[in-house]
């Protein structure tokens, strides 16, 4: 199984940006854990503070990987391109968030991407990214509907 977990805009300053909020790991830092985790899933990264490239990215995996966790970080509350871009490919995707939206700012409580997702993962620090990976763990390729 291929799993990606695309990260957006500031996520690359995890462990140093507001930990209070969002922790004090790097993402990188995190990562070896989820390969340990999960050997049975080929699992990628990709990161970038640039909405255009997240859009590139899910259009070059999202017909060809089993699966995609994302975390758009502040564009999820922004950007019609990105839940456009979601919207477009045949992966499933999980949405994840770092911190509780529920209990953030208000602009920050609705995701322009969430209904485009198969699910949304919230409040849980970096452990939101190991839930996603349970959900997508717990699926069949030929559920997905193709060959990877």
Do not use: W
Not at 23 to 29: A, I, K, L, P, Y
Not at 124 to 139: I, M, N, P, T, V
């Amino acid at each position: 199984m291929k799993i990606i977990i695309i990260n957006g805009p500031n996520l690359n300053l995890l462990g140093r940006r507001e930990p209070g909020i969002y922790g004090n790991r790097s993402f990188e830092d995190f990562l070896p854990d989820l390969h340990e985790a999960f050997p049975a899933i080929k699992l990628e990264y990709f990161q970038s503070s640039h909405e255009g490239e997240l859009i590139d990215k899910l259009h070059e995996v999202g017909f060809t990987f089993h699966g995609i966790v994302l975390n758009a970080g502040g564009y999820t509350h922004t950007s019609v391109a990105l839940a456009d871009a979601v919207a477009a490919i045949n992966t499933p995707v999980v949405e994840v968030h770092l911190s509780n939206l529920a209990a953030r700012e208000e602009f920050r409580q609705k995701s322009l991407l969430g209904k485009h997702c198969v699910g949304t993962i919230t409040g849980f620090k970096l452990d939101s990214y190991r839930l996603a990976l349970h959900y997508f763990e717990g699926l069949r390729p030929k559920r997905v509907g193709f060959k990877v």
